[in-house]
Nanobody
């Protein structure tokens, strides 16, 4: 059964760092996108970062240069290293996965609920 299990997150001060991890069960598509989106109550999902089977990564403009997504060799886990955090990064972060029916960052904002993890809160405050 396809399943995503997130860990990490929590609270950090502005300028600080946090790491999120997502363990991937299933999702054995030949062409697959895995990544993260975030959501603030009352706002649309925002794709954050994504990676495909070939290791191609894409980032939202708002996090490029500060966040780094990576996956292990077995492609069963991804991580999101978040540096230089600011208060605008505060959100619930979800791991998501699906086939790459559209570009990966679009997958992050369109894949249905069944393809999300449970979410992990990231709060950046002084």
């Amino acid at each position: 059964q396809d399943r995503l299990v997130e860990s990490g997150g929590g609270a950090a001060e502005p300028g600080g760092s946090l790491t999120l991890s997502c363990e991937i069960f299933g999702y054995i598509y030949k062409n697959r996108c895995v990544g993260w989106f975030r959501q603030v109550p009352g706002k649309e999902r925002e794709g954050v970062a994504a990676i495909d089977r070939q290791g191609k990564v894409t980032y939202a403009d708002s996090v490029r240069g500060r966040f780094t997504i990576s996956q292990n060799n077995a492609q069963t886990m991804i991580s999101l290293q978040m540096n230089s955090l600011n208060v605008e990064d505060t959100a619930m972060y979800y791991c998501a996965a699906d086939s790459n029916y559209v570009p990966c960052m679009v997958v992050m904002t369109t894949t249905p609920r069944r393809n999300w993890g449970q979410g992990t809160q990231v709060t950046v405050r002084s």
